[in-house]
Structures are given as C-alpha cells and as structure tokens.
C-alpha cells in the first residue's frame, strides 16, 4: 500500500518547482501525491520567510493541520523551505511539526519521515555549495500547460533587507544538459511553456569539463528556445545590475522566448539602493530600460519595490513613484519593508518609518500603479496578441483566458480554440488586469 503525501506551498516559483522535486524523491520511497489532506500520512508545508506576514499566514496554518492529528494519529506534519530553514529547529523543539528539512535536505525527506515515525528528532537543515537536485525529475503536479525549471539556487547578493541568502545559502548554477532533460520531459508531457527560474538568473553560469567557455544565461536561453519551437520561454528574475545587452537582444532573436522583464527596481533613489546594498543607481536603471526599449519596442517590463525602508524620508520615496512614472510599469508588486532577524539590516539598520507611513506609502504606489495598469492596457485595444490557452476563465465557461508573451492576461470567447493552443487574439477592451478580445486565428507556435 503507497502511503499518501499532501503539499501545501507558499512564497516564491522557487517553491513551487521545488514541491515538485520533493513529490519526486518521495514518490521514489512510496509516497503518492493525494489532494486530501485528511486521509494523508504526511503533510509537508513549503514555506516562506521574505516577510513576516508571509510566516504569520503559516503559523495560523500550521495549528489547523495539527487538529487533523485529532483524527489521524499516524499523521507526521512536516516544514520545509525557508521557514524551515530560518526557525525549523525551535518548531521541533516546541513539537509544532515533526519533520523539518531545509530547501537544500530534500533527499533526506523519506529518511526523516521514517525517524519521525520511530518518535526521533527529524531535522535537517544542512545548506550545501552544491545540492542543485540534479537527475531528479521533478513530479509534475498541476495539469502541464506552464510549469518552472529552476536553473539556479540560492543567492550570494546580500541585499541588506533579504532573507534569501540564509534561507537558501549561496548561489550555484545547474547543469544545463540536467536542465534540458526537464525541459524534454515537460515537452513529452504536453506542456507548452516553462519559466526558468532564479533568484538572479542573469548570474546563470555553467563551466563545462575540458572547456573554457562557460555557458551563460543567454546561451542557456537560446538551448531551450532551440529545443522547440512550439514551447514558450519565460524566465524570473533578472537583476538590474546583472542584466545583459546579450540577453536582450536573444528575447529579441526568438519568438518563442516572451517579450517580457520582470525587472526588481526596490526603490527609486540613490541613497535608499545604496542602504539596499542594490549595488545600480537610477541611472543605471534608467539605461538599461533604454537598451531594452532599444532592441525589443513592445516589451512588457514589471517590478517589484517596497517601502518604508529604514531611513526612507519622503522625499526619497517620492523618487519610487518617479521612476514607476518613468518607466511606466505594466504590473508590479509591491510592499511594505518587513524587518527580518538577522539581514544586515536588522542588525545595523533602524526600522524607523512608522507602520501608519508605510501603509500610507504602499496605498499611494498602488494606486499610481492601478492607473498605469489601467493605461498600458488600454494602449492594447485593436492589437493583435498571441495567445497560449491555459483553460477556462474564471468569470465565464463560455470563455478561455490566457497569458500574451507579455505576461498580460487574455480573455476570448472560445469558439473552436483548445487549452494548449496557440491562437490571435484581437483586444476590444480591459480591466486594469485582463485584456478582453475576440480570437481572430489558430497558430502553430509563437510568431512575435
Ligand atoms: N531575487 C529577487 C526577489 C526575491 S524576493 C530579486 O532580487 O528581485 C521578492 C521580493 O520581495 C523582492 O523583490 C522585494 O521586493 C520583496 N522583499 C524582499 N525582502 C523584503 C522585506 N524584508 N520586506 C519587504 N519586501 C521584501
Ligand atoms: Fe534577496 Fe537581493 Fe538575492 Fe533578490 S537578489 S533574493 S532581493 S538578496
Ligand atoms: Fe520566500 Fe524563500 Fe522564495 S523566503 S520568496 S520562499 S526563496
């Protein structure tokens, strides 16, 4: 009899596809994926650590499934990813989990599952130089139109208000034959679109044996642009520091890779990026959304930023809604500055902007990014968008919706269209986060 396995996922992509790694290994030892968690006899929840409210979301999950153990004596509740990494040892000591594994210990999650099972301490949370989970294949869990290949862990960045560099240790660069038999498997299973995925992807490097050229980011993304022409690209996230003209101008050179960057500005003034330790300027963002305009027009740029950054005065803050003017984003996500125990920031830094500034703050950015939203769609209307079907809307059954290659959400009628097609679609109107059309062609493969 297969034991049965229930994941619960939060935070990034990264998670995701790594979900999909631990449902391979454990698949291996016996373990089935179930959607129940009832019935499971384990739970593993892959967490994330990159602010506080995203721990509080788990801790109040956490206490829920322990209630299942109420009717499920034999049920092992497991943490893994970031917050695993960060407090997994104080939540085995006070037993609000059994099992704790880090994102670089998911080989040892079978091993900990039966030491749980024995009543002994179940925890690893070793990080290595180099477990990048080659020659797992990840176990894909949704039904495949678009999945994630991670093609780097960890991040040696440092910015000084992150997280991520003690949740997921230093940077390494995976194999990109292990890469593209991912990629081969995804294409095998139907899938029609795969992000490859990084906490700076743009640092991609891979030094072959008896070679002395290293493949870079841009090689790796013409190899898997290469591997079919039917199969769309995507990739997050870039940095601005890092990101190449060679990378540009490769979007530019194949139409199955999409016209979008997501492209984390953080803050929009010079002395707050230095506190960031964001190590560009505005100026050098400026450029390189210049070069980017440049070699690909019709791009879609997007961000991230935050803030209430420690020391961040008005006036400074004024410049993030500047460059998010200037650059006119078409979607971004954006927060609050959450203070994280043990960043450089926390430790040197004063979290000195009250809550109510903050909140204030982020209602402003919001709003000015609802009506940029709202004017970069309406710039779509009589255009032509290519189309990858992901399945029905969620407003209508008569409807499909669908991502455009510049990440834009696309509705249509159905008419004879099929999920994994690729069709064209002509926009008639928009909300501030859909493009509305009317399909007006099947194609065979992405053509712009
Ligand atoms: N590697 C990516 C981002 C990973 S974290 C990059 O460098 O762009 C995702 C986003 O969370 C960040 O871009 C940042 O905007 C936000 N973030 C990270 N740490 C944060 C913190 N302490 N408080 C608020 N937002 C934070
Ligand atoms: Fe965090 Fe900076 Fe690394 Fe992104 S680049 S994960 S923000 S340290
Ligand atoms: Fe969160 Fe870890 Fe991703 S902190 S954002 S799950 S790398």
């Known amino acids: 009899m297969k034991k049965k396995l ?3 996922t939060y935070g990034c992509q990264m998670n995701v596809a790594d979900s999909e790694v631990v449902a391979s290994v454990m698949g291996e030892r016996n373990f089935e994926i179930s959607e129940n968690q009832e019935e499971a006899d384990v739970i593993l929840v892959n967490t ?17 499934l322990n209630s299942l153990k109420k009717n499920n004596k034999s049920l092992k509740l497991g943490l893994i990813g970031c917050m695993a990494e960060r407090i997994g040892d104080e939540m085995l000591e006070d037993k609000v989990v059994d099992i704790v594994a880090g994102p670089d210990a998911y080989r040892d999650l079978p091993y900990l599952y039966d030491k749980a099972v024995e009543g002994a301490d179940a925890i690893n ?4 130089i180099d477990e990048t989970y080659d020659s797992i294949i990840p176990k894909r869990m949704t039904e495949g139109i678009s999945g994630f290949v991670s093609i780097t862990r960890g991040c040696n ?3 000084t208000y992150c997280i991520v560099p003690y949740t997921r240790g230093r940077e390494r660069s995976r194999d990109p034959k292990d890469i593209l038999a991912e990629v081969r498997d995804m294409l095998k299973n139907g899938y029609k679109e795969v992000t490859l995925l990084g906490q700076n992807v743009d640092s991609y490097k891979w030094m072959e044996e008896g070679s002395n050229k290293p493949v870079r980011f841009h090689h790796l993304l013409e190899m898997v642009a290469q591997e079919d022409p039917t199969l769309r690209v995507r990739f997050s996230t870039p940095h601005p520091k890092d990101i190449k003209e060679s990378v540009v101008k490769m979007i530019a050179k194949y139409p199955n890779i999409c016209k979008h960057i997501h492209l984390p500005i953080q803050a929009g003034n010079d002395e707050v990026l230095k506190r960031m330790n964001r190590k560009y300027t505005v100026e050098w963002y400026m450029n390189r959304v210049e070069m980017i305009r440049k070699h690909i027009p019709d791009c879609s740029i997007t961000t991230d930023a935050f803030c209430g950054f420690c020391g961040e005065t008005e006036e400074q803050f004024q410049g993030t809604l500047d460059m998010m003017k200037w650059v006119h984003y078409d979607t971004a996500f954006m927060f609050k500055y959450s203070e994280r125990p043990g960043t450089y920031a926390a430790k040197k830094l004063e979290d000195d902007v009250p809550e109510e500034v903050k909140g204030e703050r982020l209602t402003r950015m919001i709003d000015l990014q609802s009506k940029l939203s709202m004017e970069s769609n309406e710039k779509d209307i009589g255009k032509i968008v290519e189309v990858l079907v992901e399945g029905p809307s969620k407003r209508s059954a008569d409807d499909f919706c669908g991502r455009c290659s510049q990440n834009k959400m696309v509705v249509f009628p159905k008419q004879d269209a099929k999920v994994g097609e690729y069709v064209r679609v002509k926009v008639l109107r928009f909300t501030q986060t859909t493009l509305i059309g009317e399909m007006v062609e099947k194609i065979d493969a992405p053509t712009m």
Request: charged content about 35%; overall charge positive; glycine content about 4%.
């Open 125 to 128: 949370v070793e990080l290595t």
């Open 6 to 8: 229930y994941i619960e």
């Open 48 to 64: 994330c650590s990159v602010r506080d409210n995203a721990e509080k979301r788990v801790w109040g999950r956490l206490r829920h």
């Open 157 to 159: 960045n440092f910015c």
